[in-house]
């Protein structure tokens, strides 16, 4: 049973960075590109892109670029999400998701991480 | 790319059908038919209701359903159940190895 499991909240001050883990079980790691999605306070759901974990190349939608970062460990089936230069409109949940390489839907969702940016 | 338009609202009472609109453009949702649906409950990570238009999950009640038309793509819950209050999002392939998703549906029980 695929299975991701993310750290935990982050208060974070304006200018500085986080990192969110999301550890992968389950399955072959590799057989599912893990993918990362958005939600601000009382708002939708936005896709901020994804890494595919047989290369380690990512893709990163518009509006997420520059700024975030997404990496993996595949030694450990676990893949990372780096915000630097953080702002007040970055606190939000962000969840990693997993999708199936062949697939074009998300199959399996973390338990999303909350981060708080604020002075 | 723009976010896929839903209606911000909808509502059924219990046993009646509840369709939910999902309107792209060609380079989305009229462009393939990977159209997928998700259910989120408060303070919950999203769910998977249904994917490449119409087809369902294991475990996902029959109620649910998906279909689409040119660039409209929609969710209908048949036989509307207390527990299916909740938000609703679709998304879509968009190309390049993109999505999108859409702005959000929040469904309530009359």
């Known amino acids: 049973q695929v299975q991701l499991v993310q750290s935990g909240s982050e208060l974070k001050k304006p200018g500085a960075s986080v990192k969110i883990s999301c550890k992968a079980s389950g399955y072959r790691f590799t057989t599912y590109s893990i993918n990362w999605v958005r939600q601000a306070p009382g708002q939708g759901l936005e896709w901020m892109g994804w890494?595919?974990?047989?290369?380690?190349?990512?893709t990163y939608a518009q509006g997420f670029t520059g700024r975030f970062v997404f990496s993996l460990d595949a030694s450990v089936g676990t893949t990372h999400l780096q915000i630097s230069s953080l702002k007040a409109d970055d606190s939000a949940v962000y969840y990693c998701?997993?999708?199936?390489?062949?697939?074009?839907?998300?199959?399996?969702w973390g338990q999303g991480t909350l981060v708080i940016v604020s002075s | 790319q723009s976010a896929l338009t839903q209606p911000p609202s909808a509502s059924g009472s219990p046993g009646q059908s509840v369709t939910i609109s999902c309107t792209g453009t060609?380079?989305?949702?009229?462009?393939?038919?990977?159209v997928s649906w998700y259910q989120q409950h408060p303070g919950k990570a999203p769910k998977l209701m249904i994917y490449?238009?119409?087809k369902r999950p294991s475990g996902v009640p029959d109620r649910f359903s998906g279909s689409k038309s040119g660039n409209t793509a929609s969710l209908t819950v048949s036989g509307f159940q207390a527990e299916d209050e909740a938000d609703y999002y679709c998304t879509s392939y968009a190309g390049n190895n993109n999505y999108v998703f859409g702005t959000g549906t929040k469904v309530t029980v009359l």
């Open positions: 490449e238009v119409n």
């Open positions: 890494i595919n974990t047989n290369t380690g190349n990512p």
């Open positions: 060609s380079s989305d949702v009229g462009g393939y038919n990977y």
């Open positions: 998701v997993g999708r199936m390489v062949r697939g074009n839907w998300f199959d399996s």
